[in-house]
Nanobody
Framework: QVQLMESGGGSVQPGGSLRLSCAGSGRSFSIMGWYRQTPGKERELVASITRTNVADYAEHAKGRFTISRDNAKNTIYLQMNSLKPEDTALYYC????????????????????WGQGTQVTVSA
């Protein structure tokens, strides 16, 4: 059974940092990514990374967030720095075993597997 398990969410003050983790099990993945969603809004891309560690970011994440991957552990991470209140959201891990394209800012429909999400709250 394929599973994605997120961890590392929590509450932090503006300007603070958090590190999210997503551990995959059951199979390996070609591409993995982080998405986020707030109530009443569509889920949006944060960052994605391939098996060969090629990464891409949404504009709102560039310069503040870093995605990384440990293939041996089938795990990705999202280091989030300089957090803002508008980063408050439920953060989801996504993974797909087959995608081999070079464009990485993918619609969520591309991903076959999703985690349950981990809440990130940024407030004073």
């Amino acid at each position: 059974q394929v599973q994605l398990m997120e961890s590392g969410g929590g509450s932090v003050q503006p300007g603070g940092s958090l590190r999210l983790s997503c551990a995959g099990s059951g199979r390996s993945f070609s591409i993995m990514g982080w998405y986020r969603q707030t109530p009443g809004k569509e889920r949006e891309l944060v960052a994605s990374i391939t098996r060969t560690n090629v990464a891409d970011y949404a504009e709102h994440a560039k310069g503040r967030f870093t995605i990384s991957r440990d293939n041996a552990k089938n795990t990705i991470y999202l280091q989030m720095n300089s957090l803002k209140p508008e980063d408050t959201a439920l953060y989801y891990c996504a993974a797909d075993p087959y995608y081999s394209g070079t464009y990485l800012r993918l619609d969520e429909e591309v991903y076959d597997y999703w985690g349950q999400g981990t809440q990130v709250t940024v407030s004073a």
